[in-house]
């Protein structure tokens, strides 16, 4: 069936250093969004990509979407103990304008 | 504007009972979604709906699992008979319309002892 996968599962970082978790598609996406749940929590949207190569910047934070639309990438830059919690990346296949395909996630924890 | 509702965001149920998990929209949304998260798991999409309409239900279990969006009130998942396997956190998300961003609530963790 249709997957994404996200790599790594676990990344633990000194606070202070960049972080990056990747994401990758088996089939082209429409779209992909970015999601991030603290623990114990909810998902929360960060971001929506739609372009091919398409780059976008939230303060530390940098999102991009690849030429194919099978791939994405979360680069955090100078991580923080409030950045801790998992990313997740979810993906909107080409066809279908609605149904979420959830990654399993990047824990990021960082140690102050 | 309230966010996404969910209760109860604890349900604790014996194998063979019945759960039932409400969700209330955020005011204007009329696109509800359920996911289900297992444990170190992503969410795994189970039931779109619109107001008294299933959409799209290929994610969920055709035995035991149900949804519905009534005119009035908010969305139910029921799930009949629980068996341990279903214990899980089960997570509402809405929008106001396809495509957009979903907005989740706060979930609600099933344990089935």
């Known amino acids: 069936g249709q997957q994404v996968m996200q790599i790594p599962q676990y990344q633990h970082v000194q606070e202070g250093e960049d972080f990056t978790t990747y994401c990758n598609s088996s089939t082209t996406l429409s779209n992909i969004q970015w999601y991030k749940q603290r623990p114990g929590g909810h998902p929360v949207f960060l971001i929506q990509?739609?372009?091919?190569?398409e780059v976008k910047k939230q303060k530390r934070l940098t999102f991009q979407f690849g030429e194919a639309k099978k791939n994405s990438s979360l680069h955090i830059t100078a991580t923080q103990t409030t950045d801790v919690g998992t990313y997740f990346c979810?993906?909107?296949?080409?066809?279908?304008?609605?149904?979420?395909?959830f990654g399993k996630g990047t824990l990021l924890t960082v140690n102050p | 504007n309230a966010g996404v509702m969910q209760n109860p965001r604890h349900l604790v149920r014996r194998r063979g009972q019945e759960a039932r998990l409400r969700c209330s929209p955020m005011?204007?949304?009329?696109?509800v979604y359920w996911y289900r998260q297992l444990p170190e798991e992503g969410l795994k999409f189970m039931v779109y709906?619109?107001?008294?309409?299933?959409?799209?239900e290929s994610g969920m279990p055709k035995e035991r699992f149900s949804a519905e969006f009534p005119k009035e009130g908010p969305s139910i998942l029921r799930i009949q008979q629980v068996v341990r396997g279903d214990s899980a956190a089960y997570f509402c998300?809405?929008?106001?319309?396809?495509?957009?961003?979903?907005?989740f609530g706060p979930g609600t963790r099933l344990t089935v002892l």
């Open positions: 998300a809405s929008s106001p319309r396809l495509d957009y961003e979903q907005f």
């Open positions: 990509l739609v372009k091919s190569g």
């Open positions: 005011k204007g949304h009329s696109h």
């Open positions: 979810a993906g909107i296949m080409e066809g279908s304008n609605y149904k979420l395909t």
């Open positions: 709906l619109q107001k008294e309409n299933i959409i799209d």
